[in-house]
């Protein structure tokens, strides 16, 4: 069954330096996609980025960048150059397999919290 | 434009009672998704409708239920609400079902149970 493990439940970092964040997944698709969300305080999930299973370039979106290792299951946040405001929880997701039918809902971790430090 | 737009925001109700939330698409975005978050929890799957038809469910109880109307505007139903129900309903829209990642999120509806 596919799932997403984020095993960081909560991290700091020092504005203006970067971040990681873990996230690993299991599937046995061999299509899928890979995504970050951010969820402030107020709810919403805010998409960041996304890196398809066939991708061969890591995916970068501003200051985030995703360091997709296919062969360890991997598919780390990067946040460069940390800001206030990026102080949130931060959602890794998979979408299911887009073969056989599949209705490609999104399967998320638990999450990490990021507390940036002024 | 407008995002995907959830109503209510807030909602408390008592054990026992019935919940309809409601959720509007993107403009132009055909599928719409629901998603259950509990407290400390990430986002779980309940319903996806694509054109008006259910594309996908969730491991819910048949207590959940919902549809999409012809301007794609969706309804989430809660029955027989249980405390356990408290959670983050969260709406998400897309173009397409299935095939596209672009998923959008509303800012959910904050059900609670008493």
């Known amino acids: 069954a596919q799932k997403i493990t984020q095993t960081q439940p909560g991290m700091f970092v020092q504005e203006k330096e970067a971040v990681t964040l873990d996230c690993t997944y299991d599937?046995?698709?061999?299509?899928?996609?890979l995504f970050w969300y951010k969820q402030p305080s107020s709810g919403e999930m805010i998409f960041l980025i996304y890196?398809?299973?066939?991708?061969?370039q890591n995916a970068t979106e501003g200051r985030y960048s995703l360091n997709f290792q296919k062969a360890r299951k991997s598919a780390n946040l990067v946040i460069s150059a940390s800001q206030l405001g990026d102080s949130a929880m931060y959602f890794c997701?998979?979408?299911?397999?887009?073969?056989?039918?599949?209705?490609?809902?999104?399967?998320f971790g638990k999450g990490t919290k990021l507390s940036v430090k002024p | 434009d407008a995002g995907v737009t959830q109503s209510p925001t807030h909602l408390i109700k008592t054990r026992g009672q019935h919940v309809t939330l409601r959720c509007s698409p993107i403009?132009?975005?055909?599928?719409v998704s629901w998603y259950q978050q509990v407290l400390g929890q990430g986002p779980q799957f309940i319903f996806q409708?694509?054109?008006?038809?259910?594309?996908g469910r969730g491991n819910f109880p048949d207590r959940f239920s919902a549809r999409q109307f012809p301007n794609y505007s969706s309804e989430l139903n809660v029955n027989a609400l249980l405390l356990g129900d408290s959670a983050l309903y969260l709406c998400?829209?897309?173009?397409?079902?299935?095939?596209?990642?672009?998923?959008?999120f509303g800012s959910g509806t904050r059900l609670t149970v008493v």
């Open positions: 599937t046995s698709d061999q299509s899928y996609g």
């Open positions: 890196q398809g299973s066939y991708d061969e």
């Open positions: 409708y694509y054109e008006k038809e259910e594309r």
């Open positions: 997701a998979m979408r299911e397999g887009l073969s056989g039918g599949s209705q490609g809902n999104l399967i």
């Open positions: 403009s132009g975005h055909k599928s």
């Open positions: 998400a829209s897309s173009p397409r079902g299935g095939a596209d990642y672009g998923y959008t």
